[in-house]
């Protein structure tokens, strides 16, 4: 499967889960610590890592290609 492919198949998942743990997740406090946390918000953070994660695998893929395709040329 192509990596484009893939990488948008990832940003998808990570939609249809930034919007099930939205309208599941409550969004009371939970006491961490000293710091009052929003599970809501913890859990959108995690996938926007997730998500950031899969856009610089996909980045760094396109750059080696690139370089790969600029080498077989000379």
Do not use: C, H, N
């Amino acid at each position: 499967m192509d990596v484009k492919k893939k990488f948008v198949l990832a940003l998808i998942a990570y939609a249809v889960l930034g919007v099930l743990a939205w309208s599941t997740l409550s969004d009371q406090p939970v006491r961490l610590f000293d710091f009052d946390v929003r599970l809501r918000t913890a859990t959108l953070v995690v996938l926007g890592l997730f998500a950031f994660r899969a856009a610089l695998y996909y980045w760094r893929t396109r750059i080696e290609k690139a370089d790969e395709e600029r080498e077989a040329s000379l």
